[in-house]
């Protein structure tokens, strides 16, 4: 069974940073491509960053520049490291997992959540 656990969100002033990481467990880590979505208060979930098991990464273009997604398959964990933080960032943040199963299948493994605020 595929588990992530994210944690490192919390309160910053704008202009700070914060670094967010997702455990992951009951998988292949290192075949996965691991991605970071955020939802904020009556939106929709939309995807934030994304890094394949090559280390190849995306980023939506509100984020380029100041947020980096990272990997560390020996510890199976993924980072985002936000900096240069906006109100507009404040949201849920989620980590998402697809194994080359998902891929086939149409399915993704998602984290619980972790909130980020960013006041003005």
């Known amino acids: 069974q595929v588990q992530l656990v994210e944690s490192g969100g919390g309160l910053v002033q704008a202009g700070g940073s914060l670094r967010l990481s997702c455990s992951a467990s009951g998988i292949i880590f290192s075949s996965n491509i691991m991605a970071w979505y955020r939802q904020a208060p009556g939106k929709q979930r939309d995807l934030v960053a994304r890094?394949?098991?090559?280390?190849?990464?995306n980023y939506v273009d509100s984020v380029k520049g100041r947020f980096t997604i990272s990997r560390d398959n020996a510890k199976e964990m993924v980072y985002l490291q936000m900096n240069s933080l906006k109100p507009e960032d404040t949201a849920v943040y989620y980590c998402?997992?697809?194994?080359?199963?998902?891929?086939?299948?149409?399915?993704?493994?998602w984290g619980q959540g972790t909130q980020v605020t960013v006041s003005s």
């Open positions: 890094i394949t098991s090559g280390g190849t990464t």
């Open positions: 998402n997992a697809k194994t080359p199963r998902d891929l086939l299948r149409g399915t993704e493994n």
